[in-house]
DNA sequence: AACGGGGCTGAGCAGTTGCTTAGGTCCCCG
DNA sequence: CGGGGACCTAAGCAACTGCTCAGCCCCGTT
């Protein structure tokens, strides 16, 4: 907020810090300043409530600039969503192809999706809750990514399920709780508050690990 | 556990229905059917990208009918936001408060919570995901309201922790996990899913029961 | 019948939007 | 040296935005 006639040379590293890494590959440069601009834009204000003139000023060009890096403000959605997107599934995936039991891959798995959203949060804000503003077309390829995620999640629970280490009613339904509940943390994570991302994510793979285990009977 | 059922199927076979009741109050009829479009417009495309004639559209009404009734379509979000919240609020506050376990009052609260933002998933769409919108006056009162909201649960959990009854190791941890369990229901919830909003209800009182008792030890 | 006022509309204003175009500068290649 | 492509800007267009205003209709009161 309030940096409408920030110094060009500015925020390099707040930029970075705060709108992610996951952009490193994004060249020439200038597409690059212009993507890490939206992620920032989009983030604060919403896809509809930024302006193109927005998004070039924070990558330190004049508004044309932008159509020859971008063909529509939409692409540059689509980009932010499909990078984001790619990145979330793949670190999913990667935390719950590792060893361990189910139980143990499970944990994995909210832990670092959790710590994920938390510490990407302005990149995780704009992939979860701007999807509404892609292209059809668009939304399709990014809604085939969600549902590899989906799919990932719910192998894991199926596996323990099957083997008797989980004991999952709803394993739809179970699966579709836990994605709420590691996505919905990019909504209020702020980096001012009291938790580390990796504490919240420890936090969260313990109540889940309690959703899929069962009780004692009283 | 007693048996709350109510009437068997109040539901109003409108099909406005999904819109809301929770505006009956609102006179005069052209005023609440101008909330009751800017509802359905802010729930589709979101509050920056809807139109004031949209809204008037759909109500019925050319543009300028809009601002006989509000002074701008901000307080149009405004009233739906406090409206809403008040309404989730009662809700949350009439379970929680109901007698029993706290192991009831817990299930109960869930359960209605979620009911109401499957049920009334247009409205909380807007209620809960367009909050940035609001001018910052209004969005201190709404604010307000939230904090009620987690209160309300947090006292919940706190009392069962206290009596043994529960075990919750980070209780503000866990008061926000469960709210975003609730909230994110909102967000993917549609009528035309597989499950009907009492059962969403009822499995995610099961998973939150799970998540604050203790576990039997393998 | 005359009045008055709330509810509503058609027309439109000033400002903003996404995007284009014509032209400039730079640097790499021969 | 000169040509050409990549990159960028200033200026601006057509469309659309939230919102206003003069005036019309309708209805209860006097």
Redesign the pocket.
């Known amino acids: 907020m309030a940096s409408e006639t920030g110094s060009p040379a500015k925020a390099d590293e707040d930029v970075r810090a705060s709108a992610d890494e996951s952009f490193e590959g994004v060249t020439?440069?200038?597409a690059r300043r212009l993507l890490l601009g939206a992620v920032e834009a989009f983030a604060e204000r919403g896809f509809h409530a930024?302006?193109?003139?927005d998004i070039?000023g924070r990558a330190?060009?004049?508004?044309?600039?932008l159509?020859?890096?971008y063909?529509?403000?939409?692409e540059l959605l689509f980009q932010i969503s499909k990078v984001g997107h790619e990145r979330s599934v793949s670190v999913l995936a990667e935390a719950a192809d590792g060893g361990g039991t189910d139980a143990d891959r499970l944990a994995r798995a909210v832990r670092h999706f959790v710590r994920w959203h938390a510490e990407h949060h302005t990149t995780a804000r704009v992939v979860q809750y701007e999807l509404a503003a892609l292209g059809e077309e668009h939304y399709e390829e990014i809604v085939e990514l969600r549902r590899r995620s989906e799919e990932i999640l719910r192998g894991v629970l199926e596996s323990g399920d099957a083997s008797g280490e989980f004991e999952v009613a709803d394993i739809r339904g179970t699966t579709l709780a836990v994605m709420s509940l590691c996505i919905d943390v990019a909504r209020w994570y702020s980096p001012k508050g009291r938790r580390t991302p990796d504490e919240i994510g420890t936090l969260y793979a313990d109540l889940v690990q309690r959703m899929v285990t069962s009780q004692a009977v009283a």
Chains 1, 2 share one sequence.
């Open positions: 020439p440069d200038a930024t302006t193109t003139r070039a330190g060009m004049s508004p044309a600039a159509y020859i890096h063909k529509t403000k939409e």
